[in-house]
């Protein structure tokens, strides 16, 4: 069985861990928890006929871009950035994030999630940040950890780039 | 890792009648042992002893409530011998390259005793059944399984943080929003739990954590937490203390406050 290992980054609060159970659970809670470490989940699934096991290593979450754990993210195959689509600063922390991942273990598959894109009063990107983001090797999803919006197409897309090598 | 100061202990309490608190600490090695060989003795000695050595702690607690409690607490017992077995047997294969590996036969060594329990005991409510809290340090990387509502914390400097989150009907039931915090601390099966070795369900939780040189872990049972608040066992850790002293007192804290239920306790420094 072919199994990668994907890897959920972004600063604390983002909702990686709502990504994560909203995908392998489809659970929302609205309790915050706190990641430690790296929480490890598992879903397999069938991609042009073959098992692909997907391995989702949760980061836990810093104030700051640069405390982040390199050595957590060794021998990953794609990285799921996550942005809170209702704070600002998780938006432009996220490509200092993207720097520190990329001199770690070089360019590999990526999402760019935006998420909480259910809270449309509160949202805080503007239609200028898309200029931004498309020069970047990624590829834009608006999600939603709540609704399942966006979620399984996330997943869906980067299981096929690990497998396929396709960086966008 | 340079030195790892470990202790633990487990005590009956002051209401229970038996302990049905289990605790393991073992110490994994790569290593060979040569009984003899044509090879020149400094040739022998590379290959002898010595490897790479990992250590395995485990805390399982007993389901309470259940008639056949000394069955659980034998079944624990085979249990853990089993995981330490199997463990090691697993440590032999281990490569940071390939540690996913190694996870997830930690994991399957979980389920198989959960379905040999269910083999031989069945599912019900009178079939034994436990928690668990496993952590396996490889260097400086502990990597955790955790079932149930026994605990796995870690002190860096002064703060302390439960790296486990407790699986209980409470806990499942807040996931859900189905219960606001307020609601789960009134009612009576939020501190069931939602998941078990033996029991009706199971979901292991899996993890890892990268320490450094003066972390401390704490592995325990529900016995010392329903007792001893975060800022005591804080407290206790962050003490110029050996292992052993932290984990003795941290476990007549528990006593003192009542000794409800059994309690164990296992203490790691990282040196």
Not at chain 2, 211 to 219: S, V
Request: charged residues 20%.
């Amino acid at each position: 069985m072919i199994q990668k290992k994907i890897c959920m980054v972004g600063v604390f609060g983002a909702g990686k861990t709502c990504l994560v159970q909203q995908y392998v659970h489809s659970l929302f809670s609205t309790k915050y928890h706190s990641t430690v470490g790296v929480k490890i989940d598992r879903k397999t699934v069938a991609l042009d006929g073959t098992d692909l096991t997907l391995l989702l290593w949760d980061l836990a979450g810093r104030d700051d871009a640069a405390d982040i754990s390199v050595s957590y993210l060794r021998g990953g195959h794609g990285i799921i950035y996550v942005v809170d689509g209702t704070r600002r600063e998780t938006f432009d922390q996220i490509f200092e994030l993207q720097t520190i991942v990329t001199n770690a273990i070089g360019v590999v598959p990526s999402v760019l999630a935006l998420n909480k894109v259910d809270l449309t009063e509160s949202w805080a990107l503007k239609p200028a940040d898309d200029a931004a983001m498309a020069k970047e090797p990624w590829q834009v999803i608006r999600t939603s950890a709540k609704t399942g919006e966006g979620v399984e197409a996330s997943f869906a897309w980067l299981a096929k780039a690990t497998v396929t090598g396709a960086a966008q | 890792m340079t030195g790892l100061d470990i202790f633990g202990l487990t005590d009956v309490g002051r209401v229970r009648a038996g302990n049905e608190d289990h605790f393991v600490i073992a110490s994994m090695r790569k290593s060979v042992t040569i009984s003899q060989s044509s090879l020149s003795p400094a040739e022998a000695e590379r290959w002898q002893g010595g490897g790479a050595e990992a250590f395995l702690m485990a805390v399982a607690d007993g389901v309470g409530g259940r008639p056949g409690g000394e069955l659980a607490s034998g079944a624990v017992v085979t249990g853990l011998l089993g995981y330490v077995g199997r463990a090691a047997g697993c440590y032999q294969q281990f490569s940071l390259e390939e540690e996913h590996l190694f996870l997830e036969r930690l994991e399957q060594t979980v389920r198989d005793t959960h379905e040999e329990l269910l083999r031989v005991h069945g599912e019900s409510e009178k079939a034994p059944a436990t928690t668990l809290t496993l952590a396996v340090l490889v260097g400086r990387r502990a990597y955790l399984i955790h079932v149930g509502d026994t605990r796995a914390y870690y002190l860096r400097g002064t703060r302390l943080r439960q790296i486990t989150r407790d699986q209980t009907i409470g806990e499942y039931m807040m996931d859900l929003g189905a219960w606001t915090e307020a609601q789960a601390s009134k009612a009576s099966a939020a501190k069931s739990l939602a998941s078990a070795i033996g029991g009706s369900e199971l979901t292991p939780s899996v993890g890892l954590i990268d320490l450094e040189p003066g972390d401390t872990l704490l592995l325990c049972s529900d016995g010392l937490n329903k007792h001893v608040d975060d800022a005591a066992i804080a407290a206790v850790l962050g003490k110029a203390i050996p292992a052993e002293a932290q984990a003795r007192e941290l476990v007549a804290l528990a006593l003192a406050g009542g000794g409800t239920d059994n309690v164990t306790a296992i203490v790691a420094r990282v040196g």
